[in-house]
């Protein structure tokens, strides 16, 4: 199984500690293709094997969640979905990983050779997370994730929310007590059987990072 992510160069850190903690599970590095949107990110990033340039544009701070259509957060989400397309061309077997997540354990044995197309849930907001999802090689899994890389004007996550009711024969959400998000995990306490982290549900890169630190995980 490949792991895709992307990065501009103001996630350089955090997406370093998520590389880190997949290293720390027995996870392997060289299997992680890691798309870098700024000459900068490449620079910092070119070290690893499965770095490189996917786009050199001028979105190089972190940008904040935003609905507003306008904002520079959906101008570098919106094209999720197109990145996810051209990777899925060669590697059939493809887990997307945003860069705010730690992995706390291996989820090899949860996620590879699966027949459905697993997301994990983003409740009380969406009901799927576009942040980890795995993808497998059937003709379905192909279809949405060639109605979703059309799509160049939508949020990822507002955009796989509308869809999925389509292909609802083949999508699966993961455990909430073991792929949490960031609601789950830090206010509904669900951290026992965590194998994945994902620090959504808050604002900001410092903040993210805070939380990482006072769980112990940052590793950078």
Not at 17 to 23: G, P, T
Request: glycine content about 4%; proline content about 1%.
């Amino acid at each position: 199984m490949k792991f895709l992510t992307q990065l501009n160069s103001g996630c350089i850190d955090i997406c370093k500690n998520m590389l880190k903690s997949a290293e720390l599970v027995g996870l392997n590095i060289d299997d992680f293709i890691i798309a870098c949107l700024d000459k900068n990110a490449y620079d910092n990033m070119k070290s690893y094997t499965g770095a490189f340039l996917y786009q050199d544009n001028n979105l190089t701070e972190y940008q904040n969640w935003s609905f507003d259509k306008d904002s520079n957060f959906r101008q570098i989400v919106k094209n999720k979905w197109k990145l996810v397309k051209e990777i899925y061309k060669d590697n059939k077997s493809l887990c997307w990983v945003d860069t705010d997540i730690v992995f706390k354990q291996n989820p090899l044995s949860v996620i590879d050779k699966n027949n459905h197309i697993l997301f994990q849930c983003d409740r009380p907001g969406s009901l799927i997370c576009s942040g980890f999802m795995v993808f497998n090689s059937s003709e379905k899994c192909e279809q949405l994730i060639s109605e979703c890389g059309n799509n160049n004007e939508e949020d990822d996550q507002i955009l796989i929310n509308n869809i999925v009711n389509k292909y609802s024969d083949i999508c699966a959400l993961l455990d909430h007590d073991r792929f949490p998000n960031g609601y789950a995990y830090y206010t509904q306490g669900k951290k026992s059987n965590a194998i994945i982290i994902h620090n959504n549900h808050m604002v900001g890169i410092d903040t993210k990072i805070n939380k990482f630190k006072e769980e112990g995980l940052w590793y950078l």
